[in-house]
């Protein structure tokens, strides 16, 4: 079991930046790939990126060259970093990791709101 906990959401105006975080705790020692998810109202839940136990990322194009997900192994912890916020950005995001036996933990969820 991997319990996720997020945070650094919140409102913020287009054009700016957030930087959300997500701790690990549990069977850490199982983690393989880590990311993040987001979902908007009335949307699926969509994936922003992924990154690799050694640090590989894949993003989704509508977040390349504007978020950036980093993680620290040691810390069990994965970070995104979002620059040049849109209104559509607006949505819960989630973390996830996935372990080796292939299940997928998910963090509970932090709200970030990007104004007009």
């Known amino acids: 079991q991997v319990q996720l906990v997020e945070s650094g959401g919140g409102l913020v105006q287009a054009g700016g930046s957030l930087r959300l975080s997500c701790a690990a705790s549990g069977s850490i020692f199982s983690i393989n790939a880590m990311g993040w998810y987001r979902q908007a109202p009335g949307k699926q839940r969509e994936l922003v990126g992924t990154i690799s136990t050694g640090g590989s990322t894949n993003y989704a194009d509508f977040v390349k060259g504007r978020f950036t997900i980093s993680r620290d192994n040691v810390q069990s912890a994965v970070y995104l970093q979002m620059h040049s916020l849109k209104p559509e950005d607006t949505a819960v995001y989630y973390c996830?990791?996935?372990?080796?036996?292939?299940?997928?933990?998910w963090g509970q969820g932090t709200q970030v709101t990007v104004s007009s």
């Open positions: 996830y990791v996935k372990v080796v036996a292939g299940n997928w933990y």
